[in-house]
């Protein structure tokens, strides 16, 4: 069984900063890809910012300069460092980690989601 534990949304300010952490648990044997997407209301979930197993990173566009996703592959732990944060970047935020288990099943799994809200 795995599962994906996220913290860090909150309240902040136009121009302001918070970090979103993802800690995954379970029965792992490797985690390929982890991400964040986020869907605000009315909106579809997208993909905000993925990492993989290989050091790749992709951003998306309006995000771009601003957001900063990291992993630490040791503690299977990804966070997402957001800075200069707009209105337009209120929503929940969802972890994924894309990952094979101990017994070679292959899956995505999402968290729970995390609110952010970007308010002056």
């Known amino acids: 069984q795995v599962q994906l534990v996220e913290s860090g949304g909150g309240l902040v300010q136009p121009g302001g900063s918070l970090r979103l952490s993802c800690a995954v648990s379970g029965s792992i044997f490797i985690i390929y890809t982890m991400a964040w997407y986020r869907q605000a209301p009315g909106k579809q979930r997208e993909l905000v910012a993925s990492?993989?197993?290989?050091?790749?990173?992709n951003y998306l566009d309006s995000v771009k300069g601003r957001f900063t996703i990291s992993r630490d592959n040791a503690k299977n732990t990804v966070n997402l460092q957001m800075d200069s944060l707009k209105p337009e970047d209120t929503a929940v935020y969802y972890c994924n980690a894309d990952l094979r288990d101990l017994v070679n099943r292959r899956s995505a799994y999402w968290g729970q989601g995390t609110q952010v809200t970007v308010s002056s």
């Open positions: 990492t993989s197993n290989t050091g790749n990173t």
